[in-house]
């Protein structure tokens, strides 16, 4: 089992950050990825962002140490994508950044931006992660569908 860096898991911030590939279906498998993961993330504690550019999907998510340990396991499971590179997992020194969002969601119409987060690992990918955020209309509102039409 992979664990989180250890330190006070109740006050800590741990993120994890991946790459990976859908394994089948459409727009309408992500609307259900993104349903069920905003139930399980409130339940769990969780925030964070998924992008997917019509293959690929990045993911941020924070929260506790045992929770996010408990989300990468079921993750490296979930057949409905496959490929996953873990980029970054573990504690990290600032706030979650999230707050609000059980699961934002974007839409990147610029399929290189997967990959080039995808070549960097730790704090360069978190790094490249956060650069390009702003560049994305994520929303918690916005449907998979939604975004899939833009």
Do not use: K
Request: net charge negative; glycine share 8%.
């Amino acid at each position: 089992m992979a664990t989180p860096d250890s330190g006070r898991d109740d006050e800590a911030v741990f993120t994890l950050l991946y790459v990976s590939e859908l394994a089948a279906g459409g727009a309408a498998e992500i609307d259900a990825i993104c349903r069920q993961s905003r139930v399980n993330n409130e339940r769990d504690g969780i925030t964070g962002v998924l992008v997917f550019d019509g293959q690929a999907f990045c993911q941020f998510v924070e929260g506790s140490g045992p929770a996010v340990a408990a989300l990468r396991e079921r993750l490296e499971r979930d057949r409905r994508h496959c490929d996953m590179h873990v980029l970054q997992f573990g504690r990290t020194p600032w706030p979650r950044r999230f707050t609000s969002w059980r699961l934002g969601y974007a839409y990147s119409a610029e399929p290189a931006a997967i990959a080039r987060i995808a070549n960097r690992r730790g704090g360069e990918a978190l790094a490249a992660f956060r650069d390009w955020l702003p560049a994305l209309a994520a929303s918690e509102d916005s449907s998979a569908d939604a975004a899939d039409r833009r």
